[in-house]
């Protein structure tokens, strides 16, 4: 039968409800985004340290806001203000997303003398209120980069640190700076992952292997918005490590790779473990997925057949590169289980959509400590220089993709031998054409200060006598931005091994200037003196140093720490490219 | 700030109207028909086919629990009762005994772990012989870490020296000179009689152990005093009874041992000793008041139970669990030797009940999220309800779907997804807390964080408790479950007269309610406001 009551008592709560809902408060409020000014800088005192606000970088000048869209390079929005003015109102800003709110100050010539950004972010119908501090800090210069801590009941701002608190019931006198790590950006570049690592005894020399004391499993999330790093590992809500050492890695290693490949998802390959005496080459894989659930993000990668996949050969000091192509990650040389010159010639290729691991055709010459570059096709991988036990290697090899595989073939030798140094695949020209640039000569140490190009098919490397660096460096950071197009070289060693603590910037002029980058020297000086860091381009346009080793509390020693370098990239350069 | 004087009138209105049409359309009576699980019960049952001879696979039920708390014990314990009632008749399914009942009918006791260790000690001999040296080093290592972990547990010390002894050779050839001697040197001290077969074992191995066993030899054995704050505790060494406590031990030789002393009450002391030889005496006083009480727990087979147990009921109610609860029904799988694992989780939605079943393989490991099944306050559907329960487990136990397979889940997190219609109608005010939570405090937060954190860095909790909610399953439950009624199986063809009658009704207000929110939404606010200070 028709349930009248039943449905009479429905209506009548619906009703209420809607009628509610329809009469409900149909007040609009104007979304807000808030944005707050740290630095590092001189204070009102002219003591340099962070600020809770814009340091007094300079008496005269602008203050100029923007609000852009950096993947597009529209700018929605740009005023200016005094920089007395100490606020600023930007009403009517049009919803958008993967927006970035700028701040840059402008001294007395209106030359850009510090910047900071918010990371990327969106702003849609429902949200209510947005917030971000940022750290405003001299362009071409570094800086500690700050977050908010508690000293003695009050709140200062310091530099930030690795995540303290899973260690401390895991091993509570670990020490984590660390040399060998990964960083990856995630979330577009709005944060960084950093995994492994290790903390050495002693220096490690040019082409040896490191001596350890303590190597790394963690996970540790960096978000420039608090600048604070969060170990995965950590429970907030428990207060512990979460059990069964979930969301750390499941052997520690350190001279690995962490290998991007979609979605915010990483594979994890190779690198040394603790080993009795020295440090053991891994074969192992493990899989980062940080859409995963908390205590699930690292897992192994399985096989085919069900069990863990491995490497047939266990490294250090390679490659794998992903090739989205196929969906294949590359994994190339490296030094095997032999020892720091058993330099391999062996190609492995890991099939994510399998797990599946098989070798494939050899490299021409053993390689350890070289570079692979994704060309622009997402399949052909161009392998460069490197060290064998012969020596250090001029010569590049190309693996193109065959089936599940890949051929190996010749390519042109670069003009000099090097490993440990950098590449750029760099945007000019059709992102087909790849920088080398910096690192050791030889087995002992010498580095050089020299640069050169090529692209595939070229035949050649181009090279000049006038295209150097500032500073000669082996196993520097290099990093193209993305509006000059001008390229930061940081970090390295020189020839007697002593810490270069200095950034310079290869100016973008023209692929048909005779000297396509010129090197400008930015006189400025690590924070803390730092060598041996990773260096990252992160969404609010600055370059993020991790780890390394350097000066902390007086002491040479493995850093915990992260430093910015803020490069002057401004947009009106790429209109002009 | 904007307002519109209009919607006053008109959303009371068509809300109204909305909600009469609503009430007689045949959207509601759907909707009750397809919730209706006894005529869905019912098919299964007949749907099932019929079991071929055999075996049938045995299921154990863990307790029906509430997720957090946040349902009486009482409504999970009844509904666990009547499921496992219900599935004592289901034909297809061997249904195990309570683990309480598994206990004191001296249901397998096997360590679990030891005896994976013995099957990766097998799989080492495996690898080895087939040449694959470095993951034979790597596997003996594991069942040897194994072991050692459970060393109170060992009963057959043969395997832990024959692993020393093959981890040594795997070493050896897999070029790692170093730690294949220290094992070799381990497993002299443990079997210092035996003897190395010369064609497996090359000659610098042998020496090595031949070296050890001289040194052994020559240290002679040392006199190890034990004592215990429990009289009569069994003393092994090296799996060998050496008498009970007080007791003085002469015979066991330099080097590397291991030492178990077991109290009468069930107490457990264990490591690994290092004996000095020469003569010399080591006392040993063994504490077992703590591991007796331990074991008695375990013994006893009370509520409690065994810490394993209870840390896979307590990974259940804390609602957020997948593959950490592996090792737990992995152990619980090796002493019930049951094939499957069945449990409910609830959580209460709104009114009702929300009981969630999970079945997890043995063989594979493979842990299925089966269709939840809601229940109503009052409990009016508990019998269909539970019904349902047996069919969907007795039916996902059959078939194993992998596309319901999850890794994780996290059922304290559906809580917070608002039910459809009040996120459609729930606006501003929903939207302005969420806002608030994910924004405009954000920088206050952190600072917060800072301020009850460390001297060093503290993570970002809001992103960590959003992550919290990235599951598959997550979204795949998003949709709400059918909702048994509480007059099952009943037409009316009134219910079908009046609600078509009003169908037209509907249509034109849904349209019309279409019309309105497309006109209303262009006073949503399109631009936001930006402050800056520094």
């Known amino acids: ?577 | 700030m904007k307002t519109s004087s209009a919607n006053g009138v008109l959303r009371p209105l068509i809300a109204v109207m909305t909600t009469i049409a609503f009430v007689f359309s045949p959207f509601a009576a759907v909707a009750q028909q397809k919730g209706d699980p006894a005529a869905k019960d019912g098919a299964d049952e007949q749907a099932q086919p019929a079991k071929p001879a055999g075996p049938t696979p045995k299921l154990f039920l863990l307790p029906t629990q509430g997720v957090q708390d946040d349902i009486s014990g009482i409504i999970p314990e009844r509904i666990g009762e009547m499921l496992r009632g219900q599935l004592q008749g289901k034909r297809s399914i061997e249904l195990l005994p309570t683990y309480d009942k598994l206990q004191k009918q001296g249901g397998g006791r096997a360590n679990a772990a030891v005896a994976e260790a013995k099957r990766l000690y097998t799989s080492g001999i495996g690898l080895l012989t087939a040449g694959e040296d470095d993951k034979a080093a790597k596997t003996f290592q594991k069942a040897v870490d194994i072991m050692e972990q459970n060393i109170a547990d060992l009963q057959n010390f043969d395997v832990l020296a024959d692993a020393y002894k093959n981890m040594a050779l795997a070493y050896k050839n897999a070029g790692y000179d170093f730690d294949s001697r220290k094992r070799m040197k381990v497993f002299a001290c443990l079997r210092p009689e035996a003897t190395l077969d010369k064609e497996k074992f090359p000659k610098e191995l042998r020496e090595v152990f031949n070296d050890e066993v001289k040194k052994i030899k020559r240290a002679g054995p040392g006199k190890l005093v034990i004592k215990a704050d429990v009289g009569a505790a069994l003393v092994y060494i090296d799996g060998v009874s050496k008498g009970k406590t007080p007791t003085t031990v002469e015979d066991v030789g330099y080097g590397y041992h291991y030492m178990v002393v077991r109290a009468p009450n069930g107490g457990v002391w264990s490591e690994q000793i290092r004996v000095r030889g020469r003569g010399k005496t080591q006392k040993f006083d063994v504490e077992l008041g703590a591991g007796g009480a331990q074991a008695d727990a375990e013994q006893s087979g009370d509520a409690e139970g065994p810490a394993f147990y209870t840390g896979l009921l307590g990974g259940i109610k804390s609602g957020s669990f997948g593959k950490d609860l592996q090792p737990y029904l992995a152990e619980l799988v090796t002493r019930t030797g049951t094939q499957y694992v069945a449990w409910v989780a609830m959580v209460k939605k709104g009114r009702e009940y929300m009981a969630v079943p999970f079945i997890y393989r043995a063989e594979d490991g493979l842990m299925i999220q089966a269709d939840s099944v809601s229940f109503n306050i009052e409990l009016s559907n508990l019998r269909v309800g539970v019904s349902q329960l047996a069919s969907t487990i007795v039916a996902t136990a059959d078939t194993m779907p992998e596309d319901q397979a999850i890794t994780s889940v996290d059922l304290t997190a559906s809580e917070e997804k608002a039910p459809v219609a009040a996120a459609a109608t729930g606006g501003e005010q929903g939207g302005e807390q969420a806002g608030e939570q994910a924004g405009g405090e954000a920088v206050a937060t952190n600072d917060q964080t800072g301020e009850a954190g460390e001297t060093t860095a503290a993570g970002s909790e809001a992103g960590e408790e959003a992550a919290t909610h990235v599951t598959q399953k997550e979204q795949d439950s998003v949709e709400p479950p059918p909702v048994p009624s509480d007059k099952e199986g009943e037409t009316d063809k009134w219910v079908w007269i009046g609600a078509g009658s009003a169908a037209v009704l509907v249509t034109g207000l849904v349209v019309g309610g279409v019309v309105y929110m497309t006109d209303s939404g262009s006073d949503q606010p399109k631009n936001f406001d930006a402050t800056l200070s520094w």
């Open chain 1, 1 to 577: 039968m028709f349930d009248f009551g039943r449905y009479t008592f429905k209506a009548a709560a619906l009703v209420a409800l809607l009628a509610v809902v329809g009469c409900g408060d149909n007040t609009q409020r104007d979304p807000k985004l808030n944005v707050q000014v740290i630095g590092w800088g001189p204070g009102q005192t002219g003591t340099v340290g962070f600020q809770p606000q814009l340091p007094s970088f300079t008496t005269d000048g602008l203050v100029r806001v923007s609000l852009t869209q950096p993947q597009t390079g529209k700018v929605f929005e740009t005023k200016s203000f005094s920089p007395g003015e100490r606020k600023a109102q930007m009403p009517k800003l049009r919803f958008g997303s993967n927006m970035r709110m700028e701040f840059e100050l402008l001294d007395g010539n209106s030359n850009l003398a510090a910047y900071g950004a918010t990371p990327l972010f969106n702003f849609a119908e429902g949200d209510v209120v947005q917030g971000f501090r940022i750290q405003v800090d001299h362009v071409n210069d570094f800086a500690p980069v700050g977050s908010v801590v508690t000293r003695d009941g009050r709140s200062e701002l310091t530099q930030s640190r690795m995540d303290y608190r899973a260690v401390r019931t895991i091993d509570s006198g670990r020490w984590l700076g660390r040399i060998g790590h990964a960083t990856v950006p995630f979330d577009d570049g709005n944060k960084l992952l950093v995994v492994g690592g290790g903390d050495v005894s002693s220096l490690r020399a040019p082409a040896t292997m490191p001596s350890f004391r303590t190597v790394h499993d963690d996970l540790m999330e960096f978000d420039p918005i608090t600048g604070y790093f969060t170990d995965l590992s950590y429970d907030p809500q428990s207060g512990t490590p979460r059990p069964n050492g979930a969301d750390r890695l499941l052997e520690p290693r350190a001279f690995h790779t962490v290998t991007p490949i979609g979605e915010n998802r990483f594979l994890v390959v190779g690198g040394l473990t603790p080993g009795d005496p020295d440090p053991r080459v891994l074969g192992s894989i493990e899989l980062i997925d940080l859409n995963a659930a908390p205590g699930t993000r690292v897992q192994q990668l399985m096989g085919p057949n069900g069990s863990a996949a491995h490497l047939n050969r266990p490294r250090a000091f390679h490659t794998a590169t992903f090739r989205p192509a196929d969906n294949t990650v590359v994994v190339v040389g490296g030094i095997g289980s032999e020892g720091a010159n058993d330099a391999l010639t062996s190609v492995e290729f890991i099939n994510l959509s399998t797990g599946a691991v098989q070798e494939g055709a050899n490299l021409s010459e053993g390689r350890a400590e070289h570079q692979a570059v994704l060309m622009n096709d997402n399949q052909t991988i161009w392998v460069m220089g490197g060290r064998n036990s012969s020596g250090v290697l001029a010569s590049t090899e190309v693996i193109e993709r065959s089936g599940s595989g890949g051929t190996v073939g010749p390519e042109a030798s670069m003009s000099t031998p090097r490993f440990g140094f950098s590449t750029v695949r760099i945007t000019p020209g059709g992102n087909q054409i790849v920088m080398a640039l910096g690192g050791y000569t030889d087995l002992q140490g010498g580095v050089t200060d020299t640069f050169e190009f090529s692209s595939l098919g070229r035949g050649q490397f181009l090279s000049a006598g006038a295209w150097r660096l500032d500073e000669a460096r082996g196993n520097p950071n290099a990093i193209e931005l993305p509006n000059t197009h001008d390229v930061v070289v940081m970090g390295g060693r020189d020839q007697s091994q002593v810490r270069v603590t200095s950034a310079e910037v290869l100016e973008f002029q023209s692929l048909d200037a005779n000297n396509p980058y010129m090197s400008r020297p930015t006189n400025t000086t690590s924070y803390n003196n730092r060598s041996g860091a990773t260096a990252n381009l992160l969404s609010n346009g600055k370059i993020v140093l991790i780890g390394g080793i350097g000066r902390f509390d007086n002491t040479d020693t493995t850093l915990d720490s992260a430093e910015y370098f803020t490069p002057a990239d401004p947009r009106e350069a790429a209109a002009s490219n």
